[in-house]
């Protein structure tokens, strides 16, 4: 087995649950209720505000390959490995809770069984398999295959499916409370179809638009119906889910990444009604798309029940303080993020980030230390919390 730095390639899954236990940072039942309580309140799309804006904090370490600034890179077990055994999967993903729990913050560390986007096809009876350390379709479907999938009602017995719940089952039954069971990462309705069809789709909805408006409504269900089976499994509440050791309002959330390759029209005649379709379903929720997706923004602020937006890549979106205003005018949220200019003082920092922000809502900050930057790591909170005591004198305001 390679080793790498300083890491301790043989810690039982135990031993890891034990370190990442030992190591939170103010996360009792009370602080986790307060922090649960300041993620809804700025994450609901509903204009009622927080206490304080939440802060998250992460301790980069480029010496430990699981605190590197790269999460992706499988350290310990190939993707292989890890779906064949839950063990294997919590040994690969444990570690890479040390560089979020080292100092006071509104952290929420939680961990998800991961097999990859397209391990949801098999509810279909689909093929997958595994390609550069990721699942893929083994096919893609003609549209006539297409045209008669149905999901059928034994879809949770079926091939990763039904291996992804046993997993999550695994998870929280060795998880301590401190450490959330959360779900997979959920592509969207028009993700899975385009994971079945592929770049065709995109000629479908010009040359047979009532195929993809069927095939739309199966992933939709399937979407439905995978999201409340886990988040029955893994104990989550119906009115908010874990994403990246934060706590966002809504069932679920949705991951939207090949809908910026449409127009604003195709996306709002087939993304939009599935999307609502299964934020109704759940309780509302977020988005996430990667890449430039300006032309479908507006199709999602408009609709009710979708609280906000996390963006992959807000710098090619526009100018981000646009962005910030615009979300805010519609009362939505959004990962809003500055860069700390060289030699800027932490406080100063938080006090530019928090100029064009008009109420503590929708926005949160996310900082993360280099080594050298460690020290300040334990005043971090207190100062971000001054930082807007000095902008909203009234914190209930």
Known sequence: MEQHGDVDQNLSVDALIEEATCAQVGHDADARARKRARWLGVSNGRGTQADYLPITIRANDPSDPYCSANLHSHVRYSLAEQI????????????????????????????????????????????????????????????????????????????????????????????????????????????????????????DMYDDPALVHQLMGECTKLFVEVT????????????????????????????????????????????????????????GGWVHFCGDGRQIVDNYLAMPGMHGILYGQMHLNGDRNGLLKQFEDAGKGLNYAVARKPGESWLDYFRRFLAPVSRKAGVWMHVGLSPNEWAVGPQLMELWHQAQDEKWPSRHE
Not at 238 to 248: A, K, L
Not at 252 to 262: A, H, I, K, N, S
Request: net charge negative.
């Open 228 to 283: 409340q089976l886990y988040k029955g499994l893994a104990g989550e509440p119906d009115d908010w889910y874990w994403y990246g050791n934060n706590v966002m309002a809504g069932g679920g959330q949705l991951c939207e990444d090949c809908c910026v390759m449409v127009s604003p029209e195709c996306h709002a005649e087939f993304s939009i009604p599935y999307t609502k379709r299964a934020f109704d379903a759940l309780g």
């Open 84 to 203: 064949d055994s839950p063990e294997n999967m919590l040994a690969e993903w444990l570690p890479r809770l040390r560089s979020w729990i080292q100092f006071p913050s509104d952290v929420y560390p939680g961990l998800a069984p991961r097999f990859g986007n397209a391990f949801l096809l098999s509810a279909f009876g689909l093929g997958v398999r595994i390609m550069d350390d990721t699942l893929h379709a083994e096919r893609l479907l003609s549209r006539d295959e297409a045209r008669n999938l149905v999901l059928p009602d034994d879809f949770a017995e079926r091939g990763m499916v039904k291996r992804a719940a046993e997993y999550t089952r695994y998870c929280r039954s060795v998880l301590p409370e401190e450490i959330h069971t959360g779900l997979f990462f959920m592509m969207s309705p028009f993700d899975l179809a385009y994971l079945i069809r592929g770049q065709d789709l995109l000629m």
